[in-house]
């Protein structure tokens, strides 16, 4: 078995990204897919050939929470649910900087729902990428918004009776202006959507789809993680415009992926606040010189 240590002395531009000699083997459980989209994220920023002091990547609190602590770069673990918070802050106070968010379905939509909304409206140039497992997998299973109704979580052992959030179309509601979902199943197409989501100008929002085998699974009898992920694959169907979601739904297509929204029309807003000083400043100068 080849070693984390030992992959990365074979791909030495991913070993620039990762705190190999500190923090592996990381903590998450065998079978979660949260270290197979760290892979992804390590592999888009080594391709977009980003240094490591350009980028920052932030996180809140929970299992994907711990990302952070692996990477070589810029990093932030804040708080439960701000995240976007402090990615605001950084991204307004550098603005050239590139700033990646991972969160947690919880972490992003439950105590972080409030920010996240205002943050897509505002249309700031951050990608965020929630890691939607649908459960609270680090502080005992607890049901997340995103947990399908019927299932069960350790607050709802008789199955969720609510309807879960959408997150990918909840982003584009709240005007996020790059939106899109992959699987960890998918590992390609989620590399590609991250690195385009860090190219768009504006607020990225990339929903994955991930296992927790641990909490989720086993509460559901859904078999092993090979299980899990075999279903994000026959479950899966690629989007395309025009496509008649809820048709696809109904024949077992629940997990719609790729590039949901795409819009180039909308000002940044970063741009924005500075294009608004400067006609403050104009304005005053004009006033001046009556």
Not at 8 to 36: D, N, V, Y
Not at 140 to 150: H, I, K, R, V, Y
Not at 247 to 260: F, N, Q, R, S, Y
């Amino acid at each position: 078995m080849t070693t984390p240590v030992q992959m990365m002395a074979q791909h030495p531009a991913l070993h620039e990204w990762l705190r190999a000699k500190k923090s592996f083997p990381h903590l998450w459980c065998p079978g979660c897919g949260i270290g197979t989209i760290m892979g992804a994220a390590t592999r888009a920023l080594t391709s977009m050939q980003y240094s490591k002091d350009e980028v920052v990547v932030i996180s809140g609190i929970g299992c994907t929470g711990r990302i952070p602590a692996y990477l070589d770069c810029n990093t932030l673990h804040t708080t439960h649910g701000r995240a976007l918070t402090f990615a605001t802050g950084v991204k307004f106070s550098r603005p050239k900087l590139k700033v990646l968010v991972f969160m947690g379905d919880g972490d992003g939509l439950a105590i972080g729902g409030n920010h996240f909304i205002h943050t897509c409206r505002r249309n700031i140039d951050i990608t965020a990428v929630i890691v939607n497992n649908y459960i609270y997998g680090m502080t005992g299973g607890q049901a997340s918004p995103t947990l399908p109704e019927g299932m069960k979580a350790s607050t709802a052992p008789y199955g969720s009776m609510e309807p879960p959030f959408d997150a990918c179309n909840l982003a584009i509601a709240a005007g996020a202006t790059f939106v899109a979902r992959s699987t960890v199943y998918h590992m390609k197409e989620m590399e590609k959507l991250i690195q385009k989501g860090m190219e768009h100008k504006g607020f990225s929002v990339i929903e994955i789809v991930a296992q927790c085998p641990t909490s989720f699974g086993r509460m559901n009898k859904l078999g092993n993680p090979i299980d899990m992920l075999e279903y994000q694959k026959t479950h899966a169907i690629k989007y395309y415009p025009g496509m008649d979601i809820e048709a696809a739904k109904a024949e077992g297509k629940d997990i719609i992926t790729g590039v949901l929204k795409d819009e180039n029309t909308k000002m940044e807003y970063c741009e924005k606040y500075d294009e608004l000083i400067i006609k403050k400043a104009l304005a005053s100068e004009k006033e001046k010189t009556k």
